[in-house]
């Protein structure tokens, strides 16, 4: 065998499938794509690889359906009962109340979406200038106690040192104007 031979690794198209199936489902979990964006794609590849032909429709399925398992909250597997599905609603096998347990689950699915990711907060940027402005603004125009209000006490809380320091320096100054 050459070097060139050894080098050269082929990905083998099913394990390629099984974990562009697992990344999908996880970007499903957390509300990338909706659940007929996921499948649909990854059936799509499946065809386009031949996969099809190679274990069939039903393994396919299996594949997929193993994937998304740990990220479905509609079913739960009790080992104890020979494997067989409990909802995780109601927690009967088989469910008390589909329909019910049904809108729990796309109303959780719909929170789950909704919910914004974290934005961190940069210090890297300076306060802006109207930030800064608006503020010296309600103290000029309401005095020192326009500090404690509510929206004042919001931008205060996105200043940085430099620019609380400049608040802290412009106020004296107006203190100073207000006091002649």
Sequence with gaps: MTAAATAVKCVD?????????????????????????????????????????????????????????????????DSTNDGERFCNICFVAPCFTPGFCNLCREDEARRRRQVPPPTPKSKERPTPRTTIEAIIWCVRERGPQALHETANIDRLSRCDEAAIAEIDRRMRTLGGENAS
Excluded: K
């Design 13 to 77: 198209s099913l394990d390629a499938f099984i974990e562009r199936a697992s990344a999908r489902a996880y970007l499903w979990s957390i509300g990338e794509y909706e659940l007929h964006e996921a499948v649909d794609q990854l059936e799509a590849d499946a065809e386009r690889d031949g996969l099809n032909d190679l274990i069939g429709v039903d393994g396919i399925q299996r594949i997929l359906s193993e994937a998304f398992a740990p990220y479905r909250c509609d079913v739960l597997e």
